[in-house]
């Protein structure tokens, strides 16, 4: 079994009430399958994550992309500002 580790910041962070949010991978191959069944597992937080960059490490991923070799996958909320 592999575990997908999500690392929720800022609002998402506060909306989810933890900074790292596990789930088993299931058959999930990209950061797109993963990020489906995290909605599925907190959809309260859904809208907020269709939002989201994702990372892994010091790269951006694309939803497209296969899962990061490590599991763990930061999602990064838009910010606002001038």
């Not at 609002?11 to 009430?17: I, K, M, N, V, Y």
Request: aromatic share 4%; charged share 25%.
């Amino acid at each position: 079994m592999t575990t997908i580790v999500f690392e929720l910041y800022a609002s998402l962070e506060r909306l989810a009430g933890t900074r790292e949010y596990r789930l088993d991978a299931g058959d999930a191959a990209t950061v797109g399958d993963a990020l489906d069944r995290l909605n599925a597992a907190r959809p309260e937080l859904a809208e907020l994550v269709a939002r989201c960059a994702c990372a892994s490490g010091d790269a951006i991923v694309r939803r497209t992309d296969p899962l990061p070799g490590d599991g763990r996958i930061a999602l990064l909320p838009p910010v606002a500002g001038g």
